[in-house]
């Protein structure tokens, strides 16, 4: 059997599992479904979920290597984007991502913004901008000709607590 039959032996098995697998385990919740299982973060327990990319080192592929070359983690990567509830479920996931792929290009191509439309989401600075499509709470940046106030330092340390929990 040849390299490119198992790949797509195995590309349609994944494609068969996987809508069973998502319909089953991976959910959405409602805002109510969360206050009545008591899930909230510690500082902005309005926030039905966060999100986060994370990456997987890959061995250097022998074509297309630098579309797979993550320049801050200095070497090649997948990337994956996990939204989570406050109670750590995993309610999405956008997954293949190739590691020269910006953490914000990951949100928009994963079109989840509309779940946000109402109900806020946590996020890291490399989300900024994405509270402009919906509500997000993201650390503040430090602007270009001033130090952070002491109000934005701590505001960006409640963030930082609960995007770590």
Known sequence: MTKRK???VIK????????????????????QEQEQNNFAFTNFPQCLAIVDVTVQPIKRPTENQREWYSGKHKTHVIKSQTINGADGRVMHVY???????????????SNVEEQFQNNPILADKAYIGIQHNCQAIIPIRKPRNRELTENEKSFNKRVSSDTQE
Do not use: F
């Open 95 to 109: 997954s293949g991502i190739n590691g020269r792929v910006h953490d914000i290009a990951i949100w928009r191509n």
């Open 12 to 31: 349609n098995a994944i494609e068969d599992v996987h809508q069973p697998l998502v319909s089953e385990y991976i959910k959405w919740y409602s805002k």
């Open 6 to 8: 198992i790949y797509t």
